[in-house]
C-alpha cells in the first residue's frame, strides 16, 4: 500500500487510462453490499427532511471528488457516477483502464469490496486506488483488495502518481449543485441559471471538533487544503463559472468557508467593485458567522448557511459564547435561510433529558433541520478515544453499513441503551416537522422577510439579488402555500402559520399570487396526493447513471 506522500508513478504515467467512479447502486434498498433503505443517496431526505413525506426534498449530489479529480488531470479518463453493479461490469469487460479509482464513504466499504473483486477479475493488470472518507479506516488494506489507499486530497495525488505536475493550478469541473430535484410531487427545472455552481475552495476545517471525520481527513486541527488561496483566485474562478454555466448562485463546498477572513473580504471587496449580485449558499460554524456583520454577510449575498446547533451546552469551541437561537433570528431577519444540525446522543444525553435536547432544537425553527446521531468515525479524535475505551460496537454487532448516523450507534452509549436512540432520531425529525411545518414553508416565509427589508436598498446588486431570489414567490411558492394549507386544514396551529403567511405574500405581490394561489395550488394538491401514496406504497428515488469520458491532454508530462 502507498499512502499519499509516498513516491509512487504508474509505470505508464499520463498514457495509462483512468476510469473514476463511485460505488454502485441501487442505495435505497436493503442489500447484501451494504444499501440500506434508510440511507438513500440523497441529502435532504435522508437527514433533513425525512418524514416529510411528499414535502420532503429529494434531490442528488454527483460524486464531486472524482469530478475535481477527472478535470485536473491529463491522462485519458472516464468518470462513471452511479451505476449499478451491472453497468459498473459493462464498463469494466468493454473497455480497457491501466487504473481504476473507486471513491467511497465509508458505509459503502462492502461495495468497494465487491468492486476490486471485479476489477481483479476482468482487469487483472489494472492498478486499483481507493479514495475518499472510506480511506480513513485503519485496517482498509486488510478488508479490501487494493493496490493504493490515498487518505485526504486526491488531486495532487494523483497527478504524481501520472507523473503529472502536481502543482500546477486547480481547473474548476463544472458542476451543477444539485440533480433531480423534486418536492410535492413535481420535479424540479435543472435548467441553465436555476440550480446552482458547486465551488470547492478547501477541503478540511481547522475547527477539528472531535467527532469530525472531514476536519480528521485533510490534518484535523489547525489544517485544511486550500485549492484557492486568494479572494483574487476564487473571484476568477467564480466568473468562469458564472459564465459558463450562466449561474448567479453558488453552493460553497467548504466546510468553514467564512473562517478563511482575509480570503472572505477580499471576495466580497471584488464583488462590490464588480457589481456581482451572487447568492451563496455556505457552511459555516456559529462562532464565525458571528464575527462578521450582517452588512458584509448580505454584501456577500450570503443567503443560505449550515451551522451547527450540536446540542444545548455541548462544549465546542466553535459554539462558545454565541446564543445559535437568536442568531438563527437575526439570519432569518435579514433572509437568511438557516440549515441547523443536531446531534442526538451527545455523551450527556439520556432517555430523561432527550426531550429537553430536542425541544431545545425545534425551538430555533430554522429552515431546515438535520439531525443525527453521535457517531465516532475511524480517522476522528472520538473514535481514538472510544476505541481506547472498549467502548466501541464490534461489526459483528454493528455492521459497518449501519454506521451512517440515521439509524443507530456503533458504540456503547453511557446512558442510552438498548437502541432507543433510533427512536429518539426519529423523534428529533417528527416533532421539528409537527412543530414547525413543512421546510418549503419556513423557506418562504424567510425568503420574504429578506424581500421586505432589502427591496428598496439603495445598492442595486443587493436590491437584484433579493429580487432574484424571490422570483418564484408570486406564483410557484403562492400556489405551494395554499397547497400545504389544505394539506394541514385539520392542524390549526399550521394551517393558521401558513395562512398567514399566504397572506403576507399575497400582500406583496398582489393580484397574480392572489389568482395563483388556488389555481397552482389545487395542481399541486393533487399531485401531492399522487406522491403521498406513491411514498405508502415504498417507492424509492434512486439518481441516473453519468458516463464522462475525457480524452488525454497533449503536455509534456512523462510517460
Ligand atoms: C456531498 C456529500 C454527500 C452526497 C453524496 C454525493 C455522492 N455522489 O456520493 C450526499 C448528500 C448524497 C451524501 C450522503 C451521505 N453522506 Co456525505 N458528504 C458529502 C459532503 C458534504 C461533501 C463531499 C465532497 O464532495 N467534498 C468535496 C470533495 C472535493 O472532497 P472529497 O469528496 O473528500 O474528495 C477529495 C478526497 O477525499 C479525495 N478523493 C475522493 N475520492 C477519491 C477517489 C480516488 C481514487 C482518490 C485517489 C482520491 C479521492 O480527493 C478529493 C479531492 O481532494 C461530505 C462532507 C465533506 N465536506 O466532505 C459528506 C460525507 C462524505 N458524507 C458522509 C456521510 C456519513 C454520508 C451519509 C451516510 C450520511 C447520511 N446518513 O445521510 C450519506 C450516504 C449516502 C449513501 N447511500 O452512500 C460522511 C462520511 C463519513 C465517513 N468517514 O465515511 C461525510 C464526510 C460527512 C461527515 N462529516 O459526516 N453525502
Ligand atoms: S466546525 Fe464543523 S466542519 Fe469544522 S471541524 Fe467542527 S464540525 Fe467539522
Redesign the pocket.
Known sequence: MTPIGAAATHPLGSRARVL?S?VFGP?AQDDEYGSRKI?????YH??VTRVQGPFSLRM???????M??QANIDASSTLL?FPDLDRFIQEITTNEYDIV???S????IGKVRKMCELIREHLPAATI??????A?MPDLDERIDADHI?K????R??RRFLGEDEDRPIKHPRILSGIGARIMGMSQSDKHGEVAATL?PS?GCPMGCNF???SA?FGGKGRCVHFYETGEELFDVMCELERDMQVRSFFI?D?NFLMHRKRVLRLLELMSEHGKSWSLYVFSSAKVLTSYTMEQLVGLGISWVWMGVEGKDSQYAKLTGVDTRKLVRRLQSHGIRVLGSTIIGLEGHTPENIDAAIDYAVSHDTEFHQFALYTP?P?TPLHAEHLAAGTLLETDECPVADT???YRFNFRHPHITDGRETEFLLRAFRRDFDGNGPSLVRVARTILQGWRRYRNHPDRRIRGRFAWETRDLAVACAGALWAARHWFRDNLTLSTKISRILKDICCECGLKSRLAAPLVGRYLRFMMGREDRRLRRGWTYEPPTFCETKKAVATGSTG
Open positions: 473514476l463511485s442505495y440511507n438513500p443517496m440523497e441529502l435522508n437527514q442528488f449530489h454527483r460524486s464531486w471528488g472524482i475535481l479529480i457516477d479509482g473507486i471513491t464513504i465509508i458505509p459503502n486506488v481507493i479514495g475518499g472518507h472510506v480513513n490515498v485526504g486530497e486526491g488531486v495525488w494523483m470547492i477541503v469530525c471525520s472531514t481527513m463546498m466546510e468515525i480517522g451512517h448516523g440515521e
